[in-house]
């Protein structure tokens, strides 16, 4: 059991570029979520999944997006990178539903735009 | 909206004293309340959460936080801190029928040997 594993642990990318960070959990959670911490900021909500073919913007999703056509994958793609984009990047996943459950999360993915 | 404080930036604690984060939230309804631990390089971890029940909650790794509804705080506490207690410590909040959690922006504890 793997749990929440991210790929790829870092990343530079130039300006205008484009990627996809990927996040895959074996926990057959239904509800996903990406954030990205910032220092001194903590983490904010991107995007959050509650289920394969279901997702929802969170608290700063411009210049992302988000596709959820299975329960174990929640990839995160940058169409045109910025440097506001650079960030370190947390995938979590939670048991549904309920609101008691945890978040488990991924080790994170370190992103340099440059 | 929802939110959360964690006031200080950083915490210095001698090893073998007691350990104390502070965490007040505000939110709407009866809140679910999450500590999380972060080491660096590393995701977060889950420590402790508070749901219903006794306002005294006990977690991972020695520590403990105690729900007041009055002062609407949730404070983390460890009777003896150890150096390798070290690490980015984060409250975070969900409102009941929420499934969103809302993060403070995380206190800096250094543990000096």
Redesign the interface.
């Known amino acids: 059991n793997a749990g929440?594993t991210q790929t790829p642990k870092f990343r530079i990318l130039k300006i205008g570029q484009s990627m996809t960070l990927q996040c895959t959990q074996d926990m057959n959670h239904n509800?996903m979520y990406w954030?990205r911490q910032d220092p001194?900021?903590?983490?904010?909500?991107i995007y959050?999944s509650?289920g394969a073919g279901i997702t929802d913007k969170?608290e700063v999703p411009n210049g992302y997006n988000v596709s959820r056509s299975t329960t174990e994958d929640f990839p995160l793609r940058l169409e045109l990178a910025a440097p506001s984009q650079t960030s370190v990047y947390?995938c979590?996943s939670?048991a549904s539903?309920g609101?008691?459950?945890?978040?488990?999360?991924?080790?994170?993915t370190r992103l340099l735009v440059l | 909206a929802q939110s959360?404080a964690q006031p200080e930036?950083q915490v210095n604690v001698a090893e073998g004293n007691p350990l104390t984060v502070k965490c007040t939230y505000s939110v709407s309804g009866n809140p679910?309340l999450?500590w999380?631990v972060q080491y660096p390089?590393?995701?977060?971890?889950?420590l402790l959460?508070y749901?219903t029940g006794d306002n005294l909650v006990k977690g991972s790794y020695g520590f403990e936080a105690e729900f007041n509804k009055s002062q609407t705080s949730f404070h983390l506490k460890k009777p003896s801190a150890l150096v390798s207690d070290s690490a980015l410590y984060?409250c975070a909040v969900?409102?009941?029928?929420?499934?969103?959690?809302a993060?403070?922006?995380?206190n800096q504890v250094v543990v000096i040997p």
Do not use: H
């Open positions: 929440v509800y954030y001194g900021m903590g983490l904010k909500l959050y509650v969170g947390f979590a939670s539903p609101g008691q459950e945890t978040q488990y999360f991924g080790p994170g | 959360v930036d679910y999450f999380y390089n590393r995701g977060l971890q889950f959460k749901i984060f969900r409102p009941y029928g929420n499934n969103r959690l993060f403070g922006k995380g």
